[in-house]
């Protein structure tokens, strides 16, 4: 791989789809009602260290994939969770509880942690892990 992940970015598009068609259909929607500063904003600088390291591979932080075939292994994990993620996303687009919360916060955070495992990232993995702690209390805080 070299520092930029053709891979990854596709994986990316793959899941802002949905996130987008949300965005745009629901333009004035206060979709959080759970506030604390703090948490959103450690829940911010993880998501958008996932999207940049998705995306891009510092050198001298990652270190390729580790094991033969782990590429196979990379695009077919990826391409079951993503594929999942958007069934998700189908199934309970028009629902607010905590099977929506978990599993659109859930899929993706697997989806960065796995990506920072298999290419052997550390930022990518200490990014994902601060995402899926953040993101996963306030997607189920914010469930009425």
């Given at each position: 791989?070299?520092?930029?992940?053709?891979?990854?970015?596709?994986?990316?598009?793959?899941?802002?789809?949905?996130?987008?068609?949300?965005?745009?259909?629901?333009?004035?929607?206060?979709?959080?009602?759970?506030?604390?500063?703090?948490?959103?904003?450690?829940?911010?600088?993880?998501?958008?260290?996932?999207?940049?390291?998705?995306?891009?591979?510092?050198?001298?932080?990652?270190?390729?994939?580790?094991?033969?075939?782990?590429?196979?292994?990379?695009?077919?994990?990826?391409?079951?969770?993503?594929?999942?993620?958007l069934i998700f996303w189908?199934?309970?687009?028009?629902?607010?509880?905590?099977?929506?919360?978990?599993?659109?916060?859930?899929?993706?955070?697997?989806?960065?942690?796995?990506?920072?495992?298999?290419?052997?990232?550390?930022?990518?993995?200490?990014?994902?892990?601060?995402?899926?702690?953040?993101?996963?209390?306030?997607?189920?805080k914010n469930v009425h």
């Amino acid at each position: 791989m070299s520092w930029f992940n053709y891979y990854g970015l596709a994986i990316m598009v793959v899941i802002m789809i949905p996130n987008i068609v949300y965005a745009v259909k629901h333009k004035n929607d206060s979709a959080t009602a759970y506030r604390n500063k703090t948490v959103e904003i450690f829940e911010q600088i993880g998501r958008y260290g996932c999207f940049l390291l998705m995306i891009f591979n510092i050198p001298y932080t990652y270190f390729g994939f580790w094991f033969k075939s782990a590429l196979v292994v990379y695009l077919s994990v990826n391409g079951a969770l993503c594929l999942s993620y958007l069934i998700f996303w189908i199934v309970c687009r028009n629902r607010n509880d905590k099977l929506k919360a978990l599993s659109l916060s859930v899929i993706p955070s697997c989806i960065f942690l796995f990506c920072g495992i298999v290419a052997a990232s550390i930022p990518l993995v200490c990014f994902a892990v601060l995402l899926s702690v953040f993101h996963i209390f306030i997607s189920c805080k914010n469930v009425h």
